[in-house]
């Protein structure tokens, strides 16, 4: 918990509510909500709120794939085209 709270309405911000900015964090690990940085498949990371996207250390952004994406599509059987 953190002792900030809300302007507007004097909640308290939680780690939930810091959290929910970040895009794709489910993908992300060890994810530090006050410092935007995590981990991505044992690498570390950092989210840039000016582009809005997950990025190495070395400024290369994240792409995160599923294994769904990353299957090619069967194609139709050849022989109904004969």
Not at 6 to 15: G, K, W
Not at 29 to 40: A, I, M, P, Q, R
Not at 43 to 67: A, I, P
């Amino acid at each position: 918990m953190y002792l900030w709270r809300h302007l507007d309405n004097n909640t308290q911000v939680t780690d939930e509510v810091l959290i929910a900015r970040f895009l794709d964090k489910e993908y992300i690990d060890n994810l530090h909500s006050l410092k935007g940085t995590g981990t991505y498949q044992g690498k570390e990371v950092k989210f840039l709120l000016t582009q809005y996207c997950w990025v190495y250390l070395n400024n290369w952004t994240v792409h995160f794939h599923s294994t769904s994406t990353l299957e090619t599509p069967e194609s139709p059987a050849d022989d109904d085209m004969a």
